[in-house]
Structure formats: C-alpha cells, structure tokens
Nanobody, 116 residues
Framework: QVELVESGGGLAQAGESLRLTCVSS????????MNWWRQAPGKEREFVAL????????YYTDSVRGRFTISRVNAENTLYLQMDDLKPEDTAVYFC?????????WGKGINVTVSS
C-alpha cells in the first residue's frame, strides 16, 4: 500500500508561481512511476505530468509544457510540481498519483485557485 499526501496548493494570481509537494510512504519510492493529475470544477480528471522512477524522463500535457516542471527526490520520498506563469485555467484540484505495475495509488488532492 502507498500513501500519498499533497501540500503546497492555495491561491495565486495569474502569472505567479506555486510549488506542489507530494510525500509518499509505504513502499519504495524509487520503484514508483509518479504523475500529477488535476480536476477542474465540472470537468473530468486530466493528466498533467509524469516522471519515471529515476527522474530522467518527464512528459507534460500540452497546456502546461514550458510552464510546469515535475521533479522528484527519491532519497526524500518526495515528488514536486513547480508551476510557473499560472493561468486561471490552471484552477483545479491537483492529485498526486503513483504507479507500480498495474496498481495505481492516489492522494486526496489539493486545491489550486488562480485568479485573473
């Protein structure tokens, strides 16, 4: 079992930055592929970014590429999402996700609100 706890969300104005943190416990963090997802009000949950187990490869959805940076520190069991140049359309609940084989684990989510 993996427990994921997100922090760092809140309110920002357009153009500002926030950094989300996800701390993992329960299994070896370095064995987990990690992702960030988000769900805007009234919309389905959507993929934001992923990072492989050793942190060498990352991938972003088009709408955040160049503005968001996913990273991880395996020694600290921690995943980050640096969000720069925030836009009102980034407003959503952000979820940390871990995958190992066919099993997926989710955090409870954290709110990010961006005002114009």
């Amino acid at each position: 079992q993996v427990e994921l706890v997100e922090s760092g969300g809140g309110l920002a104005q357009a153009g500002e930055s926030l950094r989300l943190t996800c701390v993992s416990s329960g299994r070896s963090f370095s064995a987990l592929a990690m992702n960030w997802w988000r769900q805007a009000p009234g919309k389905e949950r959507e993929f934001v970014a992923l990072i492989d187990r050793n942190g060498r490869n990352t991938y972003y959805t088009d709408s955040v590429r160049g503005r968001f940076t996913i990273s991880r520190v395996n020694a600290e069991n921690t995943l980050y999402l640096q969000m720069d140049d925030l836009k009102p359309e980034d407003t959503a609940v952000y979820f940390c996700n871990a995958r190992e084989g066919g099993v997926s684990y989710w955090g409870k989510g954290i709110n990010v609100t961006v005002s114009s």
